[in-house]
């Protein structure tokens, strides 16, 4: 089983940066790609980033390329979203998620989930 507890949302304006992070715990946590998702009030949750096992391969929502960076270390089993340039709408709850599945885009594919953290960007 792995537990995921995300951290780092807040309240910034328009081209601020914010850091998320998501920490993982659980004897099976070896072996999971990693993915964020973000959910805006009345819309579908949708996927913005994701990263494999060993780190080396990103996968990231066109909306976001450029902008998001996301990272993980294995060490501390911990993984982050490092957002700059934020705009208005990427305002939603972030969500951790993570998955043995190969198709990172797709949030049906994650088997665990944690609670999110809210980001809000205002201009």
């Known amino acids: 089983q792995v537990q995921l507890v995300e951290s780092g949302g807040g309240l910034v304006q328009t081209g601020d940066s914010l850091r998320l992070s998501c920490a993982a715990s659980?004897?099976?946590?070896?072996?999971?790609?990693m993915g964020w998702f973000r959910q805006a009030p009345g819309k579908e949750r949708e996927f913005v980033a994701a990263?494999?096992?060993?780190?080396?391969?990103?996968f990231y929502a066109d909306s976001v390329k450029g902008r998001f960076t996301i990272s993980r270390d294995k060490g501390k089993s911990t993984v982050y979203l490092q957002m700059n340039s934020l705009k208005l709408e990427d305002t939603g709850l972030y969500y951790c998620?993570?998955?043995?599945?190969?198709?990172?885009?797709?949030?049906?594919?994650?088997?665990?989930w944690g609670q999110g953290t809210q980001v809000t960007v205002s201009s």
């Open positions: 998620a993570a998955t043995r599945g190969s198709n990172w885009g797709t949030r049906y594919q994650y088997e665990h």
């Open positions: 659980g004897r099976t946590f070896n072996g999971y790609a």
């Open positions: 990263i494999g096992w060993m780190g080396g391969d990103t």
